[in-house]
């Protein structure tokens, strides 16, 4: 059984379109998270959600909007794909949100805009 | 804020070589301390951690100990194996509301290891 599943795992699309990510967990964690990883493979946290609610926002573009219709699935719908938009997106998630706690993660959605 | 560090990559080795990937950090407070590992075409997984000055962490042969005189975790292998090719990235989680509570990471070390 997958812990943390993404779906597509390969995205290719035009410029000003949108587009969605599902993530699901089997793990019966609280927390779940999007990170966006660029072409140097710097990770950088995009959302976290704790029981359905968004817990922090980092400077992401509102054109990015995450969903979690239950704290088992947290999708990530964009607006208006750019080319800077081109990277891989992880959903992860955990326990919880303490110090002790580590972080599960999907395999990846590949997203490239051309 | 908090920040990781890691050494620049990538690091290339031969079989049964000595592995160092250098980590400090900056963190109010008591973080704990991670270390994954990203296979090629992979997703993270988490490869060991630990919560506490002086824990070590171990996992398939991989060490790090938490230093906190020096805010250090740096990883360390006796004896690196081709299938240990692979990005390892280290971060830091403290327990605190809003943003600080996210898992933070280094920016990765691309190992690789030749026959």
């Known amino acids: 059984d997958t812990a943390v599943s993404q779906t597509p795992k390969y995205l290719v699309t035009q410029m000003g379109n949108d587009k969605s990510i599902k993530c699901e967990q089997n793990l019966g964690h609280d927390t779940m998270y999007w990170y966006k990883q660029d072409s140097k493979k710097f990770l950088k946290i995009m959302f976290s959600?704790?029981?359905?609610?968004?817990?922090i926002n980092e400077t992401v573009p509102n054109r990015f909007s995450p969903k979690s219709p239950d704290k088992a699935h947290l999708n990530l719908h964009i607006n208006s794909l750019e080319l800077g938009d081109s990277a891989v997106y992880f959903c992860?998630?955990?326990?919880?949100?303490?110090?002790?706690?580590?972080?599960?993660f999907g395999q990846g959605t590949r997203l490239t805009v051309v | 804020g908090d920040s990781v560090t890691q050494m620049e990559g990538p690091v290339t080795l031969s079989e049964e070589a000595f592995l160092t990937i250098n980590c400090t950090y900056t963190a109010t407070g008591y973080p704990s301390l991670f270390w994954y590992v990203q296979y090629p075409g992979e997703g993270l997984q988490l490869l060991l951690k630990a919560t506490k000055a002086d824990d070590k962490g171990s996992n398939k042969g991989f060490e790090a100990t938490y230093r906190k005189e020096t805010t250090s975790f740096h990883l360390e292998k006796g004896s690196v194996q081709v299938s240990d090719s692979a990005v390892y990235f280290c971060?830091?989680?403290?327990?605190?509301?809003?943003?600080?509570?996210?898992?933070?990471f280094g920016k990765g070390t691309k190992l690789s290891v030749k026959p």
């Open positions: 971060a830091l989680r403290r327990a605190q509301g809003g943003s600080q509570g996210n898992l933070i």
């Open positions: 959600y704790n029981n359905k609610e968004l817990i």
């Open positions: 992860a998630s955990s326990q919880d949100r303490f110090r002790g706690t580590e972080a599960f």
